[in-house]
């Protein structure tokens, strides 16, 4: 069945504890984005990656990092976190020649 | 920078009724896509429907149709025979050029509750 994979779907952290959100993809896409849902806002896109070692910034990067060491995976890192990072996380991953996003069940992260 | 708006946060319809949910979006590229997600309470982000800017006729999809009116950058949402299943968020998206994975933009969502 082809997925997009993210952990953990819920976390509760505190202020300054680093994390790592996972997220895989079994379709072989080349693209890959993560995105935040916060009410009245939206998605807004954090980071993408075109390709194996090839990342760039979103709209909103600012206190994300992110890696893209294989194809399948693109893990979404927050080394500091702070309570303005609490939100829902997806992962998604786009199917070329339609555009579409294959999201991820999302990640409902709470930073305290 | 592009921008969608959706101007309707909450909405309501009655069972088996058609209902229309609003979506603009400002750009100056020719050459794009839109699109409308689903939300349910799952949280599960669905596509529900695609469209190609460069194609004149409106997008279908079973309930599921579009009105796009390129010179006016709207791009309605039109839900027939609303089931009660339909009940979640919905997202008007925009993306640019062509189709290898550029950024979406995301518009506020629209509530929409299906009352039986």
Redesign the interface.
Known sequence: EAQVTQNPRYLITVTGKKLTVTCSQNMN???M?W?RQDP??????IY?S?NVEVTDK??VPEGYKVSRKEKRNFPLILESPSPNQTS?Y?C?S?R??????F?G??SRLTVL | AQTVTQSQPEMSVQEAETVTLSCTYDTSENNYYLFWYKQPPSRQMILVIRQEAYKQQNATENRFSVNFQKAAKSFSLKISDSQLGDTAMYFCAFMKGETSGSRLTFGEGTQLTVNP
């Open positions: 896409h080349e693209y984005s995105y009245g806002l939206g998605l807004r896109q993408y075109m979103g709209d829902l997806f998604a786009t070329q020649g339609t555009g579409e996003l999201f069940e999302g």
